[in-house]
């Protein structure tokens, strides 16, 4: 393990309308896409923190995004957040992985999350920015996401395994 | 605190409306029972007739619902499945989906039947239905088999161990009531 140095030491703080934190799954004869509309995360030389607000599911249909919501699959009234903490960051050049604790559905489970990094950039305001991808695949069963009705043929309709997919672009702060 | 009983059979003396009624009977003090006796007067659901205002029938349950704590339904079992009737009423209930009145609203589903095996498939259905308009559907079941030989001449469920078995599921019932969390949470 090495620590992770972003660049100077400090601490970065999320660029929401930028960044995406989402889920992507088999479904029937596809691939079954959303993502969180409102997420938050934060970002320093020894933590990644980040959060998404269950309620802000994004998909193509209302009906759908409410049953998302429902207690069949996240349960927002119940566990109205999605959220990660690192326990460990390991940076080999632009290569990040994240060791920490996931928690869906008031479940916390140990993940390893693996991706990229970039170096800084300075943008047009002379803030310095840079930009995370990590991803991850999990059982949803093991968080209690078990919505599962079969098809005719007796198969199941959903894949359990699910790739959580995360584009974080932080902005250091001043 | 209220609970709102729905009966998925019309029929005047009903093992499942008699089945809430005993469940009345097993409540806490502090919990009220009503039992809807609206159910037959839920016009057949149309698309065209669902609009502001809908039916007065519609109105009254979803009203009736949003206003209980939570909902016991007590379903006979007809063809394997749920009675036309309520299916239609929780069609009407469930729309639209995303603010319906069962949306979260904690529900326990129970049956009585004459057949050996107490409606189990029809309450599997109305669980997955009910799961579906978004209502959490408590981990709790009873199932009252030959049902008449299972009640009292008073109509009340005399069948001690069925007895015990609809007193338990209640109890989980209440345990998911927003009202009891928040009481826990004190």
């Known amino acids: ?174 | 605190m209220k609970i709102l009983g729905i009966s998925g059979s019309l029929r005047r003396d009903s093992y499942n409306t008699k089945l809430l009624r005993t469940a009345g009977e097993l409540l806490p003090a502090f919990v009220e029972l009503e039992v809807w006796d609206g159910l037959k007067e839920t016009p057949p659901y149309d698309e065209d007739d669902d609009v502001q205002p809908a039916p007065p029938a519609v109105v009254a349950l979803r009203e009736a619902i949003a206003e209980a704590d939570a909902v016991l339904f007590a379903t006979p079992e007809y063809n394997s499945s749920v009675p036309g009737q309520l299916k239609n009423a929780l069609d009407w209930v469930s729309r639209p989906l995303a603010t319906n009145a069962l949306r979260n609203k904690p529900v326990l589903v129970v049956g009585a039947s004459a057949g050996a095996f107490g409606a189990v498939w029809s309450q599997a259905e109305l669980r997955k239905i009910l799961g579906a308009t978004g209502a959490r559907v408590v981990d709790a079941d009873v199932a009252v088999g030959h049902a008449p030989t299972k009640f009292d001449e008073h109509g009340t469920l005399a069948d001690e161990e069925l007895r015990d078995q609809l007193a338990e599921a209640v109890e989980t019932l209440l345990a998911e009531t927003p009202a009891r969390h928040l009481a826990l949470a004190v």
């Open chain 1, 1 to 174: 393990m090495s620590a992770l140095t972003v660049t100077s030491a400090g601490t970065w703080t999320l660029d929401p309308v930028h960044s995406a934190i989402g889920f992507e799954l088999p479904y029937l004869a596809g691939t079954f896409r959303g993502q969180f509309k409102d997420v938050d995360a934060r970002l320093t030389d020894e933590s990644l923190i980040g959060s998404a607000r269950v309620a802000s599911v994004d998909v193509k249909d209302e009906n759908l995004a409410a049953h998302l919501q429902s207690p069949e699959f996240f349960d927002a009234e119940r566990h109205p957040q999605l959220r990660f903490e690192s326990r460990e960051l390991d940076r080999d050049g632009g290569q990040l992985t994240v060791r920490g604790d996931l928690t869906i559905r008031g479940v916390t489970r140990p993940v390893e999350l693996s991706g990229t990094i970039s170096e800084p950039i300075t943008d047009g305001y002379g803030r310095e920015r840079v930009g995370v991808k990590l991803e991850t695949t999990v059982d949803r069963t093991e968080f209690g996401v078990n919505w599962n009705p079969p098809l005719p043929n007796g198969e199941p309709s959903l894949a359990n395994e699910v790739k959580l997919v995360a584009e974080l672009y932080f902005v250091k702060e001043a």
